[in-house]
């Protein structure tokens, strides 16, 4: 009997979230010719609509959890956390972005489109179940994020971040191929579950050191794009560099779903092995909050500052993949979720602030804007609370979260050291809010104009989301955990 | 809903009213946030409802519903009459502090009651809360209001000593959260009461080192709040350079929250690292005493002067602490209040006289008792509280700390009283130098007495440190009472040179009648 390849309409419908972006992608960048100039602004509202389209397509999926296309991607809750996360990171930036593109006089539909696409990677990259799919997804996602990186080619700035991140991006791409080329020859497969079942076949130890090898080749491409060190060098002048919306938008998706290919190649198909990979996770999420809060305190341009305190967030995150527990995989999300909208936040006011050219990036600039405008700062400063970990705000709560996951795998000195580390992090948060309310206004506050409507909209959301996770943390906690215990 | 949920949820009601008032309306903020904690102090003054008649020992008003269910973590609250005085004098100070900043604040009035009221929630949250969780959200959360009253509307240096406190007290915390986490993963909750009694049972097990470990993260970080010699380096810049209702709450509630959270946590829980720990915490609190005495006797700048008699007044309540003693414990306790009555009143009159004269220095000033006779009576008195003269509060705090380290050690307990001749030393030489001599004429016109406002702001201070010196009675029996219950266990284990009878004393007769109960 033949084998029926053609897939089954349950596998379309768990796949739609993508299909529906793909397909605003192209037909907004068909549209815009038959838009006037002034009639561009109708793309962001296009745009919105399909994420919120997908969105919906994205929970309904998770109605019906399962595989799909010959087990090559997976829809169950963790998926669709991440699916859900980095689809809302997309509506918030394009909300931040309207005001920014018209400043610049750059508006136009590529932007929207490769926005679409860069999550459309980030939704695959979540529901992969397989090795060549994330690397797909992976790929999708980072080629629209190199081009969105240097997407004012005029800009010198823009220029050199798009091209240091695409250049180092790749290299660190080859060794995540090499990796996966690895293991399928140490294993005969690219499934993650037959993955992890080769590798709990009782006889098969004599080729543990190659998965392990392969491991430590995949971990090299993962710390790339999630930043942790020492594969960290590129994010400060990337993030600087890029169009602050852009920035923003990097910080959290890509980053939200690179953590997530992370968490469950290292939790399903490398779990056998865990002794292996432990440490070398546990030393880098070390370093990397050392790097990244010691580096930040010596900032004095708020996008490189804020650069490198999402190095440290990411070696907060890598604390909770050390702990590899059921606790840590949810602490992780939580925690990646609160950090979407307190560091979203952080940035649409930078977005805001900065103005044409990036004029105002400087922590100095920002002299007297709690007076000025004090709901803008009002907004900022409990996003700057959250990440520095402030209680009732989600970033505590989560920073709570995934040390609560490091104490019970036994990591009393990183939990110690890591939470010493955030003390040093309150001090670059607090010259921010030190400049704000502490200082007179200057000449950059003085002719800043009121905030847009998009850019409000996604700093109160932000700042809502924020505040719910660390006063209401329950509905999402428990979401995470359910995910959690599906995914081992 | 008890009484005493209204009483911490009202400030935040009050903060989220007060932000949305329009900037402009100054006088209505100012009367509301007056109003407002004034009213919260009469409902705080129900509180002592239960301990009235008779004193329970135990915790009342007590609040216990799930707030996040996994981790399990609770808004349980309730008080005992350790808690009961402290929740009552931050209400008593809170509508004070707003007096206090009437005309001093005159620049984003707003921002400035705002914050006092959120200071006030945080503050009355820690002295309730008895969920671990929910005392490390209330511990952080008065931290922001004040970072902000000191970094906004403090003096020159405002912003480095703001920071600077911020920064301690986050190290500080940070390892007191680790060690709540550690704890939570041994016991499976939250729960203090839940803990505690898991720990002395022994049902929670925690080997001797463990308990070690744990015991120093969290005294570490009340260590630093209190603040304890060598870690006392914020609190002169924080003090100096904070506007006057901020100085007041910080030294008169905000340090109480380190020695609370000794007394009530960190001895308790971890009695025998306690108990070995006590010889060098005692010899830095030794240190604390005389060396905050005698640096607050070379200071040029009188704020200054008061703060660092804060380290030395504190070095009692961390001696009597750790004397294990019921008379050292309710020394204490008692200190606690009077340090935040009389250093309290302290500060608010040095701000009288920074508004008469703008300046802080010592030698700017002299002669004061000839145009401001009334002002330089108050100032009397609170001075002679201060440094202890009987028939006033302090003395009775530190009488009962001396005594009950004597039980333990006599030595330690003539060194600590070193601690007390200095104070009037540099307390008598601050008068003289401040108040007689000639006054200069610049100085004369610049010098009105105290007027209404001032009047209402002293005079309850003034009757509350006659009264906490003279009826003792009206204070003590709750405090006993719920040392006496944090004693017992600790009791049961101690050695024999501390099984020495007391000698019969008045002022603490009331502890004994209660020992003798038990």
């Known amino acids: 009997m033949p084998v029926n390849f053609a897939p089954s309409a349950a596998d379309y419908l768990r796949f739609l979230p993508e299909i529906i972006m793909i397909v605003a992608g192209t037909l907004i960048m068909f549209i815009e010719p038959l838009l006037g100039e002034k009639r561009k602004e109708g793309l962001s509202f296009l745009t919105v609509v399909a994420f919120l389209a997908a969105l919906v397509a994205a929970v309904m999926a998770n109605n019906d959890p399962g595989t799909a296309f010959s087990k090559m991607l997976i829809v169950d809750s963790f998926a669709t956390f991440f699916r859900v996360l980095v689809i809302g990171v997309g509506i918030l930036t394009v909300l931040c972005s309207a005001q920014y593109l018209r400043i610049e006089h750059a508006a136009s539909a590529e932007y929207y489109a490769l926005l679409l696409f860069s999550v459309t990677g980030q939704c695959i990259m979540a529901a992969a179940n397989e090795l060549i799919m994330i690397f797909i997804g992976l790929e999708i996602s980072s080629i629209a994020t190199y081009i969105l ?75 790339f794009k999630v930043s942790a060190a020492p594969f960290q060098v590129w994010a400060p002048d990337v993030y600087q560099g ?170 009393v000195w990183l939990s110690v050291l890591g939470l010493l580390n955030s003390a040093v992090a309150a001090y670059y948060y607090l010259r921010i809010l030190v400049v704000m ?52 | 809903m008890t009484l005493l949920d209204v009483v911490i949820f009202l400030p935040l009601v009050a903060f989220l009213i007060v932000l949305v008032l329009p900037k402009d309306s100054r006088d209505a903020i100012r009367t509301f946030s007056l109003v407002s904690s004034t009213a919260i102090f009469l409902l705080s003054l129900g509180l002592i409802g239960p301990f009235w008649f008779a004193s329970p020992g135990k915790f009342v008003f007590e609040t216990d519903i799930p707030w996040i269910d996994s981790p399990a973590i609770h808004y349980h609250v309730a008080i005992d009459g350790i808690s009961l005085w402290l929740v009552i004098l931050t209400t008593l100070l ?67 000593a703001a920071v600077k406190f911020f920064l301690y007290t986050m190290a500080g915390s940070a390892l007191m959260l680790v060690a709540i986490i550690y704890l939570y993963n041994q016991a499976g909750t939250f729960d203090y009461v839940k803990i505690l009694a898991g720990l002395q049972n022994r049902s929670i097990a925690v080997t001797y080192q463990e308990q070690f470990l744990l015991f120093l993260a969290f005294f570490i970080a009340f260590a630093i709040k209190v603040p304890l010699f060598p870690l006392h380096t914020w609190l002169p810049d924080a003090h100096v350079e904070a506007p006057t209702a901020g100085s007041v709450m910080l030294a008169s509630v905000m340090l109480k929250m380190g020695t609370y959270g000794l007394l ?102 002299g002669g004061v008792a000839t145009p401001a006779p009334k002002l330089s009576t108050v100032f009397m008195i609170t001075m002679l509280a201060s440094i202890g003269l009987p028939m006033l509060n302090n003395f009775v705090g530190e009488y009962l700390v001396l005594q009950g380290v004597s039980i333990v050690n006599f030595r330690w307990a003539v060194f600590a009283a070193i601690g007390v001749i200095l104070s009037a030393c540099y307390m008598l030489w601050l008068y003289q130098r401040l108040f007689f001599g000639p006054a200069s004429d610049d100085l004369t016109h610049h010098m009105p007495d105290l007027n209404i406002r001032e ?33 017992g266990p600790i009791d049961a284990r101690r050695d024999v040179h501390v099984l020495r009878a007391p000698p019969e004393e008045p002022f603490t007769h009331a502890s004994r009648e209660l020992a003798n109960a038990r």
Request: net charge positive; aromatic share 16%; charged share 10%.
């Open chain 2, 455 to 487: 009047y209402v702001i002293i005079v309850p201070l003034i009757a509350l440190m006659l009264w906490m010196g003279t009826f003792t009675q009206s204070f003590i029996p709750p405090i006993s009472a719920s040392n006496g219950v944090l004693l």
């Open chain 1, 242 to 411: 890029a169009p602050a919306p852009v920035t923003l938008f990097m910080s959290a998706g890509p980053k939200a779903a690179a953590f997530a290919v992370f968490l469950r190649v290292f939790n399903t198909a490398f779990a056998p092995i865990t002794d292996r990979w432990e440490p070398f996770v546990w030393s880098s999420a070390l370093l990397t909050m050392i790097i990244g809060n010691f580096a930040a305190l010596a900032q004095s341009n708020i996008k490189r500052l804020l650069a490198y305190s999402s190095i440290a967030h990411a070696g907060y995150v890598m604390v909770a993949v050390a702990a590899h527990n059921q606790v840590g995989i949810a602490a992780a999300m939580f925690y990646l979720a609160a950090y979407a909208f307190m560091n979203i936040g952080a940035f649409a006011v930078v977005t805001h602030f900065s103005r044409q050219g990036e004029k105002y990036v400087n922590v100095e600039d920002l002299a007297g804007l709690g007076w000025k405008q004090p709901v803008t700062a009002a907004l900022f400063s409990i996003f700057l609370l959250s990440l520095i970990g402030v209680p009732l705000t989600g970033g505590f709560f989560g920073k709570f979260y995934i040390f609560k996951a490091a104490l019970d795998a036994h990591l």
């Open chain 2, 94 to 160: 809170t509508p004070i502090c707003v007096l206090v900043s009437w005309r001093s604040v005159d620049k984003r009035v707003k921002e400035f009651f705002a914050f006092l009221l959120l200071l006030e929630f945080g503050l009355v949250g820690v002295f309730c809360a008895l969920d671990f969780f929910l005392f490390f959200v209330f511990w952080e959360v008065s931290l922001v209001p004040m970072y902000f009253l000191i970094g906004v509307w403090g003096h020159d240096r405002r912003i480095y």
């Open chain 2, 264 to 365: 009530r946590f960190c001895v308790p829980m971890f009695p025998a690292a306690a108990r070995n720990a006590a010889g060098w915490i005692s010899v830095l609190a030794i240190i604390g005493i005389i060396y905050g005495a005698l640096v607050a006797m070379v200071q040029p700048n009188m704020k200054k002067l008061v703060a660092y008699s804060s380290v030395s007044h504190l070095g009692f309540v961390v001696l009597g602490i750790f004397s294990f003693t019921q008379q050292g414990f309710d020394g204490a306790v008692y200190q606690m209040l009077n340090h935040g009555v009389s250093t309290g009143a302290l500060f608010i009159l040095v701000g009288f006289l920074y508004e008469r004269r703008h300046s802080l220095e010592i030698a700017a000033y």
């Open chain 1, 437 to 488: 309310y502490m200082q007179e206004p200057g000449e950059s506050t003085a002719t800043l104009q009121p905030l847009g409507i998009g850019i409000r909209t996604a700093l109160w959301a932000s700042a809502l989301g924020t505040l719910i996770l660390g006063i209401f943390p329950s509905t999402l906690l428990n979401f995470a955990r359910n995910a959690s215990v599906l995914i081992k």
């Open chain 1, 149 to 223: 990186a240097g997407y004012l080619r005029d800009d010198k700035r823009n220029n050199e971040a798009a091209l240091k991140y695409f250049l180092l991006g790749s290299f660190a791409t080859a060794f995540l191929l090499y990796g996966i080329a690895w293991i399928y020859g140490t294993t005969g497969s690219t499934n993650l579950t037959d993955i992890r079942t080769y590798l709990l076949t009782p006889g098969s130890q004599r080729n543990v050191t190659l998965a392990s090898i392969s491991a430590a080749l995949m971990f090299v491409g993962f710390a």
